[in-house]
């Protein structure tokens, strides 16, 4: 398992994930339906919202499998899938300058993606990664109204 603690500033209430060399945009990606769940896709990249909209902790683990289904303490938990055509994986927050973004060595694939929101109180999010077969975004746990 690799795991990584990192600080980004959520500008604009977000941050992200995605292949090194992938090109697509999330700027039509943040529909209502997505700011709703706090999750935004374009092919080679994962949105994540954020509660803040400044700094944050962000817990990154690549795992050999599927951990265990543990939903407390989260606010909410979203799955979805990212391809890796190259790696690594870029973790940053929206405004960051890329080349100095932090990166995490990701063999290619198919990789399922698990986002869990603390979103009251101590805001922090954990992020988890696998290699998995394709699967539709999904709110596992959704957040309290």
Partial sequence: MQHRDLELFADYHQFYLQ??????DLSDAWTDEAVERLLALAPGIVGVGTAS???IPVAVEVLEGAPAESWEP???VNECSLAIAHGPLVVAGWTEYFP?????PLAPGIYRVRI???LFGE?????QLW????V???VVKARAA
Avoid: H, T
């Fill in 19 to 24: 292949d090194e060399l992938a090109s697509g």
């Fill in 53 to 55: 909209n400044g700094n």
């Fill in 74 to 76: 989260y606010d909410q």
């Fill in 100 to 104: 100095e973004a932090a990166r995490i």
């Fill in 116 to 118: 869990s929101y603390c």
């Fill in 123 to 127: 805001e922090r999010y954990l992020v």
């Fill in 131 to 134: 290699q998995a077969p394709r």
């Fill in 136 to 138: 539709e975004p999904l």
